[in-house]
């Protein structure tokens, strides 16, 4: 199957400061990327979907100045969170997107997740 | 009210058992219903996706979506301590990639 990798893995900072995560696609291209949020215990929470070339689309509440979405290529998208609080400790998971083998439906391929503590 | 509903457990059966997994949902455009498992620490992976109503059979899963009553279920028989996880479903409309997804049942199978 196809092959979402994130990174970092895992990634501490101080609060204020800004941290990036990698999503790639390793062996398919994908147009459509997702970033989404989970907390403990619960399911995940689609913050954006971001498309090749253009702007992310973002959920509503979820803040676009903060949550900084770059989809540079069709194998590569990227998640900055700005001016990091303790609040937005998290598990960041990304998705790619990819035709179904059928080619019915546009499945989500995941990656293995983020987990951002900040201190 | 949640567009998707899924009871959090935890579900905790013997190895062997048949487990009955379950999700609500309020919203009738959905048309793709997907399970997924998720291991602690790590991403969902896609068990089974069914298109509108009926049954979808694969290996010792089976999921069955049922449009009339908004209800779908994923059955895991011969359960295994491997299965031990947490269960997702994910719902999408027509001609749109966004997945709604359920709150997750963990699930443990004990030896």
């Known amino acids: 199957g196809a092959v979402v990798s994130q990174h970092p893995s895992r990634v501490i900072c101080k609060s204020g400061t800004s941290v990036k995560i990698e999503c790639r696609s390793l062996d398919f291209q994908a147009t459509t990327m997702f970033w989404y949020r989970q907390f403990p215990k619960k399911s995940l929470m689609l913050m954006a979907t971001?498309?090749?070339?253009?702007?992310?689309?973002?959920e509503q509440g979820v803040e676009k100045d903060k949550f900084l979405i770059n989809h540079a290529s069709l194998t590569l998208s990227t998640l900055t969170v700005t001016s990091a609080h303790p609040e937005d400790s998290s598990f960041y998971i990304c998705s790619a997107s990819s035709v179904s083998w059928d080619l019915s439906y546009n499945e989500q391929f995941f990656g293995p997740g983020t987990r951002l503590t900040v201190l | 009210q949640k567009e998707v509903e899924q009871d959090p457990g935890p579900l905790s059966v013997p190895e062997g058992a048949i487990v009955s997994l379950n999700c609500t949902y309020s919203n009738s455009a959905f048309q793709y219903f997907m399970w997924y498992r998720q291991y602690s620490r790590k991403g969902p992976e896609l068990l089974m996706y069914?298109?509108?109503?009926g049954n979808k059979e694969d290996g010792r899963f089976t999921a069955q979506v049922d449009k009339s009553s908004k209800y779908i279920s994923l059955f895991i028989r011969d359960s295994q301590p491997s299965d031990s996880a947490t269960y997702l479903c994910a719902m999408s409309r027509l001609y749109t990639d966004k997945l709604i997804f359920g709150t997750g049942t963990r699930l443990q199978v004990f030896p």
């Open positions: 971001s498309n090749e070339g253009s702007k992310a689309t973002y």
């Open positions: 069914t298109y509108s109503s």
